[in-house]
């Protein structure tokens, strides 16, 4: 079974930290993506990468950013987390074959206060 | 613009009636692929069907089927005899690809919340 796995499960911070959400999988995916989740506004994407050190904007990356030195693993970084920061943030992978469906992770609850 | 439209928020259906999630998107590619996945309020989000552009028939998953319009620019999930553990949110999902290239991003839509009603 694919397995995407997210440091925490639920988190809080305070305003100004700097915070980092881990994500694993093991399967050697190549393409990886942060979401966050709010209601009513769905998935927005974050950011994606398809390769080792290889990353590209999504459509909201404003207060974040993202490292992948491992293939296995993608990290978000909120460089200083503020209250609107306040959301679920979800982890996919998948293959870069085109028609294969991506792994979500179980999703990490941040709270900024 | 919007890549990927839900228009409906909320939806209702009786048990073991079938019910249509409706979603549109917008792409200039000729390359793309839809997927629709379902999230119970346990919030794992579960993969459901899949169908590429260039693919002939529609897609079909069990109760799960895929009415895809492509001039229309329409991929409509189709849920046949509905049952009470179909209650969930519901996203459809477009892959294309990133700038052009070999790459490709995985685009959602806002999601459309089913009741089934007993």
């Known amino acids: 079974d694919v397995k995407v796995t997210q440091s925490s499960r639920y988190l809080v911070k305070r305003t100004g930290e700097k915070v980092f959400l881990e994500c694993v999988q093991d399967?050697?995916?190549?393409?990886m993506f942060w979401y966050r989740q709010d209601p009513g506004l769905g998935l927005r994407l974050i950011y994606f990468?398809?390769?080792?050190?290889?990353?590209e904007k999504g459509d909201i990356p404003e207060g974040y950013s993202v490292s992948r030195e491992k293939k296995e693993r993608f990290s978000l970084i909120l460089e200083s987390a503020s209250t609107n920061q306040t959301s679920m943030y979800l982890c996919?992978?998948?293959?870069?074959?085109?028609?294969?469906?991506?792994?979500f992770g179980q999703g990490t609850r941040l709270t900024v206060v | 613009a919007q890549k990927i439209t839900q228009t409906q928020p909320g939806m209702f259906v009786q048990e073991k009636e079938a019910v249509t999630l409706d979603c549109t998107y917008d792409?200039?590619?000729?390359?793309?692929?839809l997927f629709w996945y379902k999230q119970p309020s346990s919030g794992e989000m579960i993969f459901l069907i899949y169908?590429?552009?260039?693919?002939?028939q529609n897609a079909t998953e069990g109760r799960y089927s895929l009415n895809f319009q492509k001039a229309r620019k329409s991929a409509n999930l189709v849920i046949s005899a509905s049952q009470l553990g179909d209650s969930a949110m519901y996203f459809c999902?477009?892959?294309?690809?990133?700038?052009?290239?070999?790459?490709?991003?995985?685009?959602f839509g806002k999601g459309t919340l089913l009741t089934v009603n007993p």
């Open positions: 996919a992978s998948r293959w870069g074959h085109l028609n294969t469906e991506a792994f």
């Open positions: 399967m050697d995916h190549e393409n």
């Open positions: 990468s398809y390769d080792v050190k290889m990353k």
């Open positions: 792409t200039s590619d000729p390359s793309y692929g």
């Open positions: 169908q590429g552009s260039y693919d002939q």
């Open positions: 999902a477009m892959r294309e690809p990133y700038s052009g290239g070999s790459n490709y991003k995985l685009t």
